[in-house]
C-alpha cells in the first residue's frame, strides 16, 4: 500500500502492424477508493445485518428467473478480509453474529442499525467505524454460453446481485455512507451445481468488490508502446522488456532529439509511458502532448493511440490527486516513527 510506483507484472509482444511495431505491456496500478475516509478512522469493524439466506432446492433447478437472500457471513468475512489484506486500516474486527431482527410491524427487507447499536457496537469491538452488510439481492437466470475451448454453447446460470452497505459513526442517529455494488456472475451448469455454491461464490465476489470501493487497490492495465522501426527503437524495446527502463528511455530520447516526422512522435509516445511508470505524471502529459503536435505527420492508428493514451493520462493525474490524499495517513505515521 504504500508503493506509489507502477510494478511490471509482465511484458507480451504483440504484432498489430505488418512491421510488428506495437509492443503491449501489463501493469499494476493502485487505484483510490471511491470513499475517502477522515484519518481519525484506524480501526473498523464489519457487522452482519443481512436478512438470513434463502435457498429453494439443494441444487440448481432451471425454472427461469429466480430472487433471493445471499449469504450474508460469508460476504462480512470476505469483506473483512479484504479489507485486512489491504493495511489500509490499523485494525479490521469482524462480528459474524447475525445482528438482523425481523420484525412482524416492519416489512421492509433492511433494517437499519439503531444508534444505540451502533454506540454498543464501537465500544465491544473497540471501533472507530461500523461496517454493516445489510443485503445481498440476488436474481438468477438461464443463459447460454459459448464456451471457446470445446466450441460449443453450453447452458448457464447468471446470478445478478446487489449488495448494500451501511457506514457508521458513533454519535450519529444514521449512517454516514451508503454503499452499493452491482455485478454478476455467470456459472456453467453440471449435474451437482448447488445452489448454495452460487450464493456463496457470489457471496464472496460481493465482499471483495466492496473492499474495492472502501480502500485502495490495485488494478491491472494495459498499455501499448512502439516496438521495432528503427535499430535505437528496436535496442530501446528490447531494454524495455527487460526492466531496464533508464536505458530504454535513453535510447527513445536519443531518437526524439535526433529524428522528425512520425518516428520523432513515436518516441515521444513512448517517453511518456516511461514517465508514467516512474510516477511523474506531469512529465508524461507533457510528453503525450509532443507527441500529438506532431499528429499531422501520423496515420490514424497512431492518432488513435496518442488520443486514448492522453486521455488516460489525464484521468490517472486526477485520481493520483485523490491517491495521495488517502494515503497521507501512512505519512502520517512515518514521520511519527522516526
Request: glycine share 4%; with cysteine; charged share 25%.
Amino acid at each position: 500500500m504504500r508503493r506509489l510506483q507502477f510494478l511490471i507484472a509482465a511484458v507480451v509482444a504483440i504484432m498489430l502492424t505488418s512491421c510488428g511495431s506495437i509492443g503491449l505491456i501489463q501493469i499494476d496500478q493502485l487505484q483510490p477508493a471511491k470513499i475517502a475516509f477522515p484519518e481519525q478512522v484506524r480501526n473498523v469493524a464489519v457487522v452482519n445485518n443481512v436478512p438470513p439466506a434463502e435457498y429453494d432446492s439443494a441444487y440448481y433447478v432451471r425454472s427461469g428467473k429466480r430472487e433471493y437472500e445471499g449469504n450474508g457471513s460469508v460476504l462480512t468475512q470476505d469483506l473483512a478480509t479484504a479489507l485486512a489484506e489491504g493495511k489500509y486500516f490499523d485494525k479490521v474486527v469482524i462480528c459474524d453474529s447475525l445482528l438482523y431482527q425481523n420484525s412482524l410491524e416492519d416489512s421492509q427487507t433492511y433494517h437499519p442499525l439503531h444508534q444505540e447499536q451502533v454506540e454498543q457496537l464501537v465500544n465491544d469491538l473497540d471501533a472507530d467505524m461500523i461496517i454493516s452488510a445489510d443485503r445481498l439481492y440476488i436474481k438468477n437466470k438461464d443463459v447460454q454460453v459459448y464456451d471457446d475451448l470445446f466450441d460449443s454453447i453450453e447452458s448457464a446460470a447468471e446470478a445478478k446481485y446487489v449488495s448494500l452497505v451501511h457506514l457508521y459513526i458513533p454519535g450519529r442517529e444514521k449512517p454516514f455512507m451508503t454503499l452499493t455494488e452491482k455485478d454478476s456472475l455467470t456459472f456453467v451448469l453440471y449435474g451437482s451445481l448447488k445452489d448454495r455454491e452460487i450464493a456463496d461464490e457470489v457471496a464472496k465476489h460481493a465482499g471483495y468488490k466492496l473492499s474495492d470501493a472502501l480502500i485502495p487497490y490495485w488494478l491491472n492495465i494495459q498499455r501499448t508502446y512502439y516496438d521495432g522501426g528503427i535499430s535505437d527503437m528496436r535496442d530501446a524495446g528490447v531494454a524495455f522488456r527487460e526492466n531496464n527502463l533508464d536505458e530504454a528511455y535513453r535510447l527513445w530520447n536519443k531518437v526524439y532529439t535526433s529524428k522528425k516526422g512520425k518516428i520523432k512522435a513515436r518516441a515521444a509516445f513512448n517517453i511518456a509511458l516511461y514517465y508514467e511508470m516512474k510516477d511523474d505524471l506531469e512529465k508524461a502529459v507533457e510528453f503525450i502532448g509532443k507527441a500529438e503536435s506532431l499528429v499531422k505527420e501520423l496515420n490514424d492508428n497512431d492518432r488513435n493511440m496518442i488520443h486514448y493514451y492522453k486521455v488516460a493520462l489525464l484521468s490517472r493525474q486526477k485520481d493520483i490527486v485523490q491517491l495521495n490524499i488517502q494515503m497521507r495517513r501512512f505519512n502520517k505515521q512515518n514521520d511519527t516513527s522516526n
